[in-house]
């Protein structure tokens, strides 16, 4: 029997607190860019992308993790040992003299806060189901599109009065808080008998379970499609706006105008979600987003920048449309999973991320001196989700019980 749809105010604030921690510990290190590189002696500009980057790829792999020793052993739990990890790797992040095990780190920190993120999914599909789960999911995105909103101006004020190294000491503290706050005030949403036996092939048959559900498999590599094209905008923002179009200053207002589209997006889906459902909604986003970037790509086919103006104008458009996807298409994959709720976060966390990372860095090794390689990686996966869309609509019935 369904379980009451009971709107949760703490419930909802914590779960987009656990998530707000990586979004933190990506979007607050995008000004110190330069001064790491420069303290760490690289001497490649596009290399500062993989400060951004390789984070997801850790939190992808995290996640195959975290995810099914939590439907054996509780989310609570599996949450704080991936927050040890994050604790580690922050150490080692602020106390190298060397990229590469900078690297390192930022891939660990990744690990780390996959348990949290991956984890704040499982626990919104054991709490609500159906088109109700999309717009908790909606409003936890909401929210946690904030973070992006102050984040760069908070990394800058960092630098500004200390160094940047005290942009990991600050992700630090706010991480202990949310901790604290999950530890005192959120009980475990897996109740023991719906707990799976720990053993050697738990994740092989979770994983089997997984594929077996298309529209979990199809979307989930939707949201690779889409997460892949946006990582390349955050990994090469900095590079577009200080470099390109010499707007140092601006950048954390221009990102948090930005940021403001999505989460202007994500707050009219939650209230829009249960009127018109998760389905419909996605597939009018998805065509926004593909032809948004394919008449960029048509109007300035020649690769010379317009003018700052009309490219934010662009990005904000897109961005509206990927407010309308996030949350809904994590909702449509996980929809079928309520049984295998961790290792089904996992898996889609995993190969949505995993296919992002390589995405993110072989397009955005082309965004040198023009916008343009952004925007045809835009239209490329745009069009492709929108492929994936109009197979499977006719097949695809989401389960609302």
């Not at 607050?28 to 760490?40: D, G």
């Not at 475990?188 to 529209?215: A, N, P, Q, Y």
């Not at 998805?286 to 700052?308: D, E, H, M, Q, T």
Request: hydrophobic content about 55%; glycine content about 8%; some cysteine.
């Amino acid at each position: 029997m369904q379980k009451p749809q009971e709107f949760k105010y703490e419930f909802v604030a914590l779960m987009a607190s656990l998530m707000s921690i990586v979004a933190l510990s990506i979007d607050a290190l995008l000004p110190a860019l330069p001064e790491i590189s420069n303290a760490l002696g690289v001497t490649n500009p596009n290399d500062n992308q993989l400060l951004i980057t390789m984070i997801f790829l850790g939190l992808g792999f995290g996640q195959l993790l975290f995810g099914p020793l939590s439907d054996s052993f509780g989310r609570k739990p599996i949450v704080f040992i991936g927050f040890i990890v994050f604790i580690i790797a922050s150490i080692i992040c602020v106390t190298t003299n060397n990229f590469e095990v900078m690297i390192i780190g930022r891939v660990l920190q990744g690990i780390g806060l996959s348990s949290p993120r991956s984890l704040a999914l499982s626990m919104i599909r054991d709490s609500y189901s159906g088109d109700y789960m999309a717009k908790i999911i909606s409003i936890v995105v909401m929210f946690f599109i904030l973070i992006p909103v102050v984040a760069p101006t908070l990394g800058q004020l960092l630098m500004t009065f200390f160094n940047w190294e005290s942009i990991f000491y600050f992700n630090l503290l706010f991480g202990v808080f949310i901790m604290i706050w999950f530890w005192k005030r959120q009980p475990e949403t897996l109740i023991k008998e719906k707990r799976i036996k720990f053993s050697s092939h738990l994740f092989i048959d979770g994983t089997k379970e997984f594929f077996k559900h298309k529209e979990a498999v199809a979307f989930t590599f939707v949201s690779g499609f889409i997460t892949g094209s946006f990582m390349v905008y955050l990994s090469t923002s900095q590079q577009i706006f200080q470099v390109q179009y010499n707007l140092g200053d601006l950048f954390p207002y221009i990102f948090a105008s930005l940021a403001i589209s999505i989460g202007l997006a994500t707050y009219l889906n939650s209230r829009l979600v249960v009127k018109y459902g998760m389905m419909r909604i996605s597939y009018a986003a998805c065509i926004a987003y593909a032809a948004i970037s394919v008449l960029y790509v048509i109007l300035f086919w020649s690769g010379n920048n317009p003018s700052v103006g009309i490219l934010i104008g662009f990005f904000a458009l897109q961005f509206f449309a990927v407010g309308f996807l996030f949350g809904n298409l994590r909702a449509i994959a996980m929809q079928p999973l309520g049984h295998i709720a961790g290792i089904g976060a996992a898996i889609n966390g995993f190969i949505s991320t995993v296919m992002a990372v390589p995405i993110a860095n072989y397009i955005g090794g082309f965004v040198t001196d023009s916008v343009l390689p952004l925007f045809i990686g835009f239209s490329l996966f745009g069009i492709m989700s929108l492929l994936v869309f109009v197979i499977l609509k006719r097949k695809t019935k989401v389960i609302t019980g």
